[in-house]
């Protein structure tokens, strides 16, 4: 593969397609992103619209493109097909943006079989399963998006329960991103000493806090989506944030433990099913998986999170 360019390839240049791009620029990621887009003038537009706006970012080269465009490239980000609307869940999309996948990645990765794919298509993790098993990618260069962002929720309702930074509070969201995520609360930290040892022995709210505030937390961060759909129509920004994070995290080569979702292959006792554990992401997509221990009610959960997504993979067609 050579030196590792900054070259990151976006299909879909949709809401979140347009978004990431827009946050890549501001934030430095890339040297050159290129949007394709079946809307070809639409993909011009955003370009157009980011790139005269680059005066005041890092320089970057961004263009609209065909597939072809895409040779070279170090990230192609996976964007295409229907997004939710107001009262649909992920799952209902599922069978819609697995054909639309089906059709686009064999035209795309003729020109990047290096690339690593970042895939944010919902319901994301059936998507990512899909291109895993439709094309010759290996399992480790297919990235989902997963619970990257419900991740960073979950830190930061922590952070303002605790009233700490969010950077000082580790804690996962793990399984399904979507209606079955596991929040494993004997993973968490708060200032490096867990969570159970801080609400003790720490924290000022002991006596007054119970669990409901816990499942007021799990509950804000599962619905946190679906609120932001009925109240503006769509979700972009933030997941446009965290899609930014996985893609420096694979060009700086930083081995960063992130949420995402990919083919498990025994952790946790699952396989053959897409999720979100923790992995350690680098310069050529995940180098491996990082496998806490669980409480058994947790483990349980993840392996009904599983037995959820295994449902509707059994009700598609690929």
């Not at 005066?55 to 970057?60: E, L, R, S, Y």
């Not at 709210?205 to 937390?217: M, S, V």
């Not at 996985?246 to 060009?251: D, E, H, P, S, T």
Request: aromatic fraction near 6%.
């Amino acid at each position: 593969m050579g030196n590792k360019g900054k070259k990151i390839v976006i299909l879909g240049a949709g809401n979140v397609g347009a978004s990431i791009a827009y946050t890549l620029t501001v934030q430095g990621v890339a040297s050159e992103i290129v949007l394709i887009d079946i809307n070809f003038n639409k993909a011009k537009g955003e370009a157009m619209d980011i790139i005269q706006g680059t005066a005041f970012c890092p320089p970057v080269n961004i263009y609209a493109g065909q597939y072809e465009n895409a040779k070279d490239a170090d990230i192609v980000i996976v964007t295409v097909g229907a997004a939710r609307k107001p009262g649909q869940s992920r799952i209902d999309l599922a069978q819609g943006n697995v054909n639309i996948v089906k059709q686009v990645m064999p035209q795309i990765i003729p020109y990047a079989p290096h690339a690593v794919y970042v895939v944010v298509s919902n319901p994301v993790d059936i998507i990512t399963y899909a291109i895993i098993k439709t094309t010759d990618l290996r399992p480790s260069q297919v990235i989902g998006s997963g619970t990257t962002l419900d991740s960073a929720r979950l830190r930061a309702r922590l952070a303002e329960h605790v009233g700490l930074n969010p950077k000082n509070v580790h804690a996962y969201v793990l399984g399904e991103h979507g209606d079955s995520s596991v929040i494993p609360w004997s993973l968490a930290t708060i200032g490096g000493i867990p969570m159970n040892t801080y609400c003790l022995e720490i924290c000022k709210e002991h006596n007054r806090c119970g669990k409901a505030e816990l499942r007021e937390i799990e509950e804000d961060v599962r619905t946190a989506g679906a609120k932001v759909i009925a109240n503006k129509g769509a979700t972009y920004y933030a997941i446009a944030l965290a899609v930014s994070r996985i893609c420096a995290c694979i060009i700086r080569d930083t081995g960063s433990v992130l949420t995402v979702s990919s083919l498990l292959s025994g952790q946790y006792g699952l396989s053959d099913v897409c999720l979100s554990i923790p992995y350690v992401i680098g310069a050529y997509g995940i180098s491996h998986s990082i496998v806490s221990p669980l409480t058994a009610p947790e483990q349980q959960q993840l392996e009904q999170s599983a037995a959820a997504l295994r449902d509707v993979l059994n009700s598609l067609e690929f």
